[in-house]
């Protein structure tokens, strides 16, 4: 009798499950990268975990029915989380003194990623790759920017809601 090496047959799309799932961490770890560096609290494995969680759960639903993907049930999956997400990006975002917010690029940053994800899950690989780019950018030369307007509103000794008049 002769055993077989493989115990079990593997689907013949697993390939495309894993290129999937991989795809969406990967992605998630490319913005995690740059909060990591920037000593943020939601890092790279927290941004990988929630677009991993993102692709999976479309993918799964996309998957689900043999027959074809249903637009209500997928539709459903990700008004889900999105709004599962909004509570985690909530708990990045804290009120210091002085009514100082911070956390928001952090909280913003874990919504996209879970977008991220979400293409990644539906096989819009385009999609995605070209929002990762525009969020590295906005990311890395985000702060620059702001950092030169208020630098530059600061030299006109005006309150920031206070309008020069003529």
């Keep these: 009798m002769k055993q077989s090496a493989v115990m079990f047959d593997l689907p013949a799309d697993t390939n495309e499950v894993i290129v999937r799932l991989f795809a969406a961490a990967a992605i998630g770890a490319c913005i995690g990268l740059d909060r990591e560096v920037r000593r943020k609290p939601a890092g790279m494995r927290t941004h990988a975990l929630v677009a991993l969680g993102s692709a999976l759960v479309t993918l799964v639903v996309v998957r689900f029915d043999p027959k074809g993907p249903h637009i209500d049930a997928i539709s459903r999956a990700v008004q889900g989380i999105i709004a599962g997400v909004g509570f985690l990006g909530g708990g990045a975002i804290l009120k210091a003194e002085h009514e100082m917010v ?19 899950g539906v096989g819009q690989w385009v999609a995605a790759l070209i929002a990762l780019a525009f969020a590295l950018i906005i990311l890395i030369v985000g702060g620059p920017v702001e950092g030169f307007v208020h630098r530059l509103s600061s030299r006109r000794k005006l309150p920031p809601d206070v ?4």
């Design 163 to 166: 309008e020069k008049t003529s």
């Design 102 to 120: 911070s956390g928001l690029t952090t909280a913003a940053s874990i919504w996209l990623v879970a977008s991220l994800g979400i293409a990644c």
